[in-house]
């Protein structure tokens, strides 16, 4: 079985500082894949970054990047210089090859 | 365009009326399955499906029944629903299994009285 804890259930900041939102996973699979997901307050979900146990390679995507630590069991997201746009609930996802297990969510509110 | 639509996007009943949402992709995923969402506790799988007849449960299983007839299609079914369903749903699906990201429905909201 899988278990993503976020420990942080909700963030306020003000818009151009840096947020970073904790993940930490549990899971007895060898290969396994972690996720982050948005969902802005219009409902959706949307995919922002996937990564393989094997991949402990840091990303950048623009504002965004991502640290993989397998030593520490964490997947943390850092959002940088926010933007209001940025207010969303961020999930954090583990899987197998068949199940997913989310994490709890992260609301961040950006305030102008 | 590519998407997974589910319907209906809201329904209100009343315990223990059948129900079915329906959730349909058009992208020739493999992979489709169903999520809850509760505030405080996430996303949690309820079932999922590899393939075609080929179906297997999540994480909250109780209470709802899925199947894979054609490969686009995995409808959820509330035989008898009761007040602890009351919940936002999302079907989702993925090229694969495998760890391939999801792609998501809009959301069911429903309301069971």
């Known amino acids: 079985a899988q278990k993503v804890t976020q420990a942080q259930t909700e963030i306020s900041v003000v818009e151009k500082e840096d947020v970073t939102l904790d993940c930490v996973y549990e899971t007895r699979d060898t290969t396994y894949y972690l996720f982050w997901y948005k969902q802005p307050p219009s409902g959706e979900l949307v995919f922002l970054i996937r990564r393989n146990s094997f991949d402990e390679q840091n990303e950048i995507s623009g504002r965004y990047s991502w640290n993989f630590q397998k030593s520490t069991s964490s997947f943390n997201f850092t959002i940088t210089a926010s933007q209001v746009v940025d207010s969303a609930v961020y999930f954090c996802?583990?899987?197998?090859?068949?199940?997913?297990?989310f994490g709890a969510g992260t609301t961040v509110t950006v305030r102008a | 365009e590519a998407q997974v639509t589910q319907n209906p996007r809201y329904l209100i009943t009343v315990t223990g009326k059948k129900l079915t949402v329906t959730c349909s992709q058009n992208m020739n995923h493999e992979y489709m399955s169903w999520y809850r969402q509760d505030p405080g506790l996430g996303l949690r799988q309820i079932y999922y499906s590899m393939n075609v007849e080929v179906t297997d449960k999540g994480d909250v299983p109780e209470g709802y029944k899925v199947s894979r007839k054609e490969k686009r299609n995995f409808p959820l079914i509330l035989e008898s629903p009761s007040p602890n369903q009351t919940s936002l749903y999302f079907c989702?699906?993925?090229?694969?299994?495998?760890?391939?990201?999801?792609?998501f429905g809009d959301g069911t909201r429903l309301s069971i009285l």
């Open positions: 996802a583990s899987s197998n090859d068949y199940k997913l297990s």
């Open positions: 989702a699906s993925s090229l694969r299994a495998g760890g391939q990201p999801q792609h």
